[in-house]
């Protein structure tokens, strides 16, 4: 389960990219959508964190304005 992902950060200002562990799995968001799988991470360089989410071996950043409110 522990797999690292290539990512970059998407707080402003930031921009680290590189290959990180999940901090975190969103189980919170299982109930809305059981067959997307969340994941939290946090930037080793501003220490920001978001969810993305996970497709394939690969994981698409949620926009940050869309944690908080993501319905879809
Ligand atoms: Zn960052």
Redesign the pocket.
Known sequence: MLTSYLVR?P?AG?N?FGSLLPAENAQAWRSATPTTKLVVFE?P??H?QWQGRVVGDDVKPLPLQQVATASV
């Open positions: 950060c707080h930031c680290w930037c360089q501003c920001g």
